[in-house]
């Protein structure tokens, strides 16, 4: 599929919004984490973690912030921050491009957006999670700068994946 780049942008996140981000983070889902986490355990998690009541009381919160890349108008995936203030960090709690549209740099003008708000908020570092078998994101987050220092378990369903914990300096 091509797509000019002069179709493609990045905007913040509105209430209207919501419905697509669960849409995208489902479709994401199944094609990353699928080789090693049953369906079931993934619709579990995401039928009690992203319900529109979760991602709306997310969106109203002060301390969350989130982007938008469309491609030709439609919306293509999605980051969702926290500024932990009692952790004095910025997470990137989620960045999705659906796979269609993957490749065409929108998952890195997603993670500029945020680096840019965390920046302008005062943070000097930005945090996130990824799963260690997700080996395509991991590629990827490890070759736009991001260093891995702490594991944790991530718990979806019954499943228990490792979790990898990095940041990347602004």
Not at 4 to 20: G, K, Q, Y
Not at 53 to 65: Q, S
Not at 70 to 94: L, M, Q
């Amino acid at each position: 599929m091509s797509i000019h780049s002069s179709a493609n942008s990045i905007r913040e996140w509105t209430r209207s919004d919501l419905s697509t981000i669960r849409k995208i983070g489902w479709k994401t889902w199944i094609a990353a984490y699928s080789d090693f986490i049953p369906l079931q355990d993934m619709e579990l998690f995401h039928n009690s973690y992203y319900t529109i009541e979760r991602l709306t009381r997310l969106y109203e919160n002060p301390d969350m912030f989130g982007f938008i890349a469309e491609a030709n108008g439609n919306a293509v995936g999605y980051s969702k921050c926290h500024d932990n203030r009692d952790e004095g960090r910025f997470y990137i709690t989620s960045l999705y491009v659906l796979p269609d549209f993957q490749g065409l740099g929108l998952g890195k003008q997603l993670l500029r957006n945020d680096i840019a708000r965390a920046k302008n908020i005062g943070h000097a570092r930005v945090w996130l999670g990824v799963m260690s078998r997700n080996k395509r994101s991991l590629k990827w987050y490890l070759k736009n700068g991001f260093i891995f220092v702490e594991q944790l378990p991530f718990v979806m369903g019954f499943s228990e994946v490792n979790h990898l914990i990095g940041f990347r300096e602004i």
